[in-house]
């Protein structure tokens, strides 16, 4: 540890002058956090806007899907509108390199899926995967970030390399439904129709608009025999 690492650890009074220095401060509200707390204050991860879900069969994020793909279950761990503050947990998780909050996140609604039986008893996780163009730019993939999270919590591993983004999409942003549909046709594939067979793939990504995305994956995956499939986003617009 060194001579300083010990000092600091031994005396608490330099502890605090380097939080005094360097805040550690709420993603989401900004107050200073306590010891005991970890990117999100108690207060902001008591008043996430939680969906419950994963506690409902037909609910509305499984609707969604519904006469397009086919899902065994669906769920989202939150709401969130554009500006509300939750869209800052999102934003800084996508665009400002703080990966950790994914996977950070992914532990807390994982936590909750284990009241499901459903999705308790996934074989296997996949996030959604980024084409490596958009990988290498932004430099990790947060859908994996909180598929990290879900799969301590839960016991599962992650598979990151089997279902694969061959085709680099444009932006979906005000596209309507039917131009993000044609955007996302045929850019994901698997690159072994095998090694997925008779599990139950629980798939990842941060956040659920038209489900257009998932659903190209979920297409992709379908070539695989005897598979089935659920959805869990972090947000749900």
């Not at 005094?20 to 991860?45: A, D, I, R």
């Not at 899926?113 to 459903?118: A, I, R």
Request: charged share 25%.
């Amino acid at each position: 540890m060194g001579i300083i690492g010990g000092l600091i650890m031994k005396f608490n009074p330099f502890v605090d002058l380097i939080d005094l220095m360097f805040p550690n401060l709420c993603v989401v509200c900004g107050t200073n956090l306590q010891k005991n707390e970890h990117q999100l204050c108690l207060s902001c991860l008591h008043d996430i806007p939680k969906t419950n879900y994963h506690l409902m069969k037909e609910n509305p994020i499984e609707k969604r899907f519904w006469g397009k793909v086919p899902v065994c279950r669906a769920t989202s761990y939150f709401f969130f509108q554009k500006g509300s503050s939750f869209q800052k947990l999102l934003h800084i998780l996508k665009y400002k390199g703080n990966k950790e909050i994914g996977e950070l996140m992914g532990k807390y609604a994982a936590i909750d899926l284990l009241d499901s039986p459903d999705f308790a008893s996934i074989d296997l996780i996949i996030p959604v995967p980024l084409h490596p163009k958009k990988f290498k730019l932004r430099g990790y993939n947060q859908s994996e970030w909180i598929g990290k999270g879900i799969s301590l919590i839960l016991e599962r591993p992650q598979d990151t390399t089997t279902l694969i983004r061959v085709r680099e999409n444009p932006t979906q942003t005000k596209k309507s439904v039917y131009e993000r549909f044609e955007n996302t046709e045929g850019i994901f594939e698997l690159n072994d129709k095998t090694i997925l067979k008779g599990k139950h793939i629980l798939l990842v990504d941060d956040v659920l608009t038209t489900g257009s995305t998932l659903e190209a994956c979920v297409r992709a995956l379908l070539e695989t025999p005897d598979i089935k499939i659920s959805i869990f986003t972090l947000a749900v617009a």
